[in-house]
């Protein structure tokens, strides 16, 4: 076989792979989870405090490198302020779940009303999507375990509020997922 009909194999083949294979099948979703920053526990709105307001300027710092394809958070204002920075800094709209609905869904819901619209939008995501969640220390392992996350490590030891670290304001825990497995790693900002 001549060396040119070969190379004309091997890229026709390749061209067909590429062609009926979707390039997202390549892409990782990576999805970083954080709390709201600090708040003011003596105000029935718990809004950013101060030093809240400066830990929502470090995360848009912190996440400078990283260009977000999705901002999402629930429908507290603390959360919203939180990521208000990184949004303005990537260009990426918040998207807020769920959303405020009149007298449905107000700044003073329930926390919990938040979880399964956030897990359901979070395993709609395109493959290769960049995603940004904050939520509050009540749902976050439970939207985590909602997307394939397994609890049991020092990272997510529980699914529960039980084993939040409530006085930790600066953990983001990183979830990639893969077509065959999902992993967790945590560090701080």
Not at 80 to 101: F, H, M, N, Y
Not at 134 to 144: D, E, H, Q, R, V
Request: glycine share 6%; hydrophobic share 35%.
């Amino acid at each position: 076989m001549k060396r040119n009909s070969l190379y004309t194999i091997i890229f026709s083949v390749f061209s067909l792979l590429c062609v009926s294979m979707p390039l997202s099948a390549f892409a990782d979703t990576q999805i970083y989870f954080i709390r709201h920053a600090e708040v003011d526990l003596d105000s029935r709105d718990k809004p950013l405090t101060d030093e809240g307001k400066a830990r929502a300027e470090t995360l848009a710092t912190h996440m400078a490198g990283t260009k977000l394809t999705h901002i999402y958070a629930t429908h507290f204002d603390r959360n919203w302020d939180t990521v208000a920075p990184l949004s303005k800094a990537q260009g990426v709209e918040i998207t807020q779940v769920p959303k405020r609905d009149g007298d449905e869904v107000t700044n003073r819901s329930k926390g919990s009303i938040a979880t399964r619209p956030m897990i359901d939008a979070l395993n709609e995501l395109p493959d290769g999507s960049l995603v940004l969640v904050t939520a509050n220390s009540g749902n976050l392992f439970k939207i985590m375990a909602g997307v394939g996350v397994e609890s049991g490590s020092d990272a997510m030891p529980c699914e529960s509020k039980k084993c939040f670290p409530h006085d930790e304001f600066n953990n983001i825990w990183h979830v990639t997922k893969t077509a065959d497995s999902v992993s967790l790693q945590k560090s701080q900002y």
